[in-house]
């Protein structure tokens, strides 16, 4: 299905989200995430999103559903009963983010732009990670030539015919905001990024145990990016968060509407007034989203999908309780 949005204004944005990426509205941002995360971060330490850690805890009875390899023999055969050793959470742990800022993240017909909800969510999983010394680094990836690298960060960009940019892995507050500071800073340039090269790089140079964050809208084909997410998925628990705009599900009838492709510049026009025009982009739009669910949930990530036009904090909110929901009742997904 082509990948085409409406031409619009370059000025065209909603009068709620600035049109500059300041230190004002990065504050603001992390006001917002502040409020409504911190509540689910109280009691026993358990991580950035649920998973099982590598400090042994506490022994429960065996529920349909449970990691067989965390049988507990021991108290098993004591007991007769099959138990699981339950695991906490690492203190330290290191999270790394996979941004793919393609030029079709520069688009967005809803309250946000598609880039804006990248940038939030960066920024509601940097306030999760950054407690008790956790670390949060990044890989970013646009498409175009090298540019600058963020001070702060000592950014290096990656030779090749796209950009990469890693941002090493740190802890502390004022290094999380340098690094979303990089994140929103980082100029869309045309072309797609490859998206597994991208993954990729979460899996060079190996790493111990922990979670791995790719943000995109997974529009390249799933042929492209689903081996490396599987095999990042085999050392880290993967979280796969899907940016999606309403204009890429469904065709408004206005008439003959101008579509460009953000990524090459082609120009067509499309006589959304036809139903049956309509009824086939909404058929291919929802063939194309069900393949990118097949893929995630074939290479064991937990998907989240953050739409432009709803509020994004609050389906990370239900996201994030819904996975610590599902692992005190025995799985991760």
Do not use: C
Not at 82 to 105: G, I, K, M, N, Q
Not at 219 to 248: M, T
Not at 304 to 309: H, K
């Amino acid at each position: 299905m082509a990948r085409a949005a409406p031409v619009t204004s370059p000025d065209r944005r909603p009068a709620d989200v600035p049109s500059d990426r300041t230190e004002a509205v990065l504050s603001r941002l992390q006001l917002m995430v502040t409020r409504k995360l911190d509540g689910l971060l109280q009691g026993d330490y358990a991580g950035l999103l649920p998973g099982p850690g590598s400090e042994a805890g506490e022994s429960r009875e065996y529920r349909p559903g449970d990691d067989v390899r965390r049988m507990d023999w021991p108290v098993t055969a004591r007991t007769t009963t099959p138990h699981v050793r339950r695991t906490v959470a690492d203190r330290e742990l290191e999270t790394w983010l996979a941004v793919d800022l393609s030029a079709s993240l520069d688009f967005g017909t809803g309250r946000w732009l598609k880039r804006d909800v990248v940038v939030a969510a960066a920024a509601a999983l940097a306030h999760l990670t950054v407690r008790g010394g956790n670390r949060i680094g990044a890989v970013i990836g646009s498409g175009g030539a090298a540019s600058a690298p963020a001070r702060p960060w000592r950014a290096a960009p990656v030779a090749g015919p796209d950009v990469y940019t890693r941002l090493p892995a740190r802890s502390g507050r004022k290094e999380a905001q340098a690094l979303l500071r990089a994140i929103a800073g980082t100029e869309i340039r045309p072309g797609r990024s490859d998206l597994g090269a991208l993954v990729d790089m979460l899996n060079r140079p190996p790493r111990r145990r922990g979670v791995a964050v790719v943000i995109s809208d997974f529009l390249a084909p799933p042929d492209r990016w689903a081996r490396p997410l599987r095999k990042l998925r085999v050392r880290h628990d993967v979280v796969a968060i899907e940016v999606v705009d309403p204009r890429e599900l469904e065709l408004p009838d206005v008439g003959v509407l101008p579509v460009v492709d953000p990524e090459t510049g082609e120009l067509h026009e499309v006589q959304t007034a036809d139903p049956r025009l309509r009824h086939r982009y909404a058929e291919a739009a929802a063939a194309q989203r069900a393949e990118i669910s097949t893929a995630l949930r074939g290479a064991g990530a937990a998907h989240l999908r953050l739409r432009t036009d709803r509020d994004w904090l609050l389906d990370m909110v239900r996201f994030v309780a819904a996975q610590r929901h599902a692992r005190t009742r025995g799985t991760t997904r």
